[in-house]
């Protein structure tokens, strides 16, 4: 049940990074926005929800190894990099955009696996003194 709430939160996210780039758009319209354009935009969502993901099972597997939280920088990092000589400003916005969603993921990551661990250490403990 939590891994559901947490891949439903990746769908918000990365529902928040298209707005983000609508915006962004919107603001500083293209001159000659095609169709790969568009395309490229919304794949980088689909590459923002892997990367998400990653963060996630980097978490639940791997949470002492805080190392693997770079991984999916470095796969936002290496998508939007292809794209600075197509349009050089809007990468880099995009780039950044993609590196405050998936920190403030990670963040509520870490805080969620904090609390969630002083709640069970409370029960054990609770256990512990009923027990003696």
């Known amino acids: 049940m939590r891994v559901i709430l947490l891949i439903i939160l990746n769908i918000i996210i990365c529902v928040i990074f298209l707005l983000g780039i609508d915006l962004i758009n919107w603001v500083c319209p293209l001159a000659k926005q095609d169709v790969a354009i568009g395309i490229t935009f919304r794949f980088g969502a689909v590459v923002l929800f892997v990367s998400l993901l990653i963060v996630l099972l980097i978490n ?16 936002c990092f290496a998508y939007w990099i292809s794209g600075v000589q197509a349009m050089p400003y809007r990468s880099w916005a995009y780039m950044f955009l993609s590196f405050i969603l998936i920190g403030a993921y ?10 969630d661990n002083q709640f069970s250490d409370s029960k054990s403990m609770e256990k512990i003194d009923k027990d003696t």
């Not at 639940?60 to 470095?74: D, E, G, Q, W």
């Not at 990670?106 to 609390?115: A, D, G, S, V």
């Open 60 to 75: 639940l597997i791997l949470s002492r190894r805080k190392i693997y939280f770079f991984i999916p920088y470095l796969i």
């Open 106 to 115: 990670e963040w509520f990551l870490i805080r969620y696996n904090k609390r």
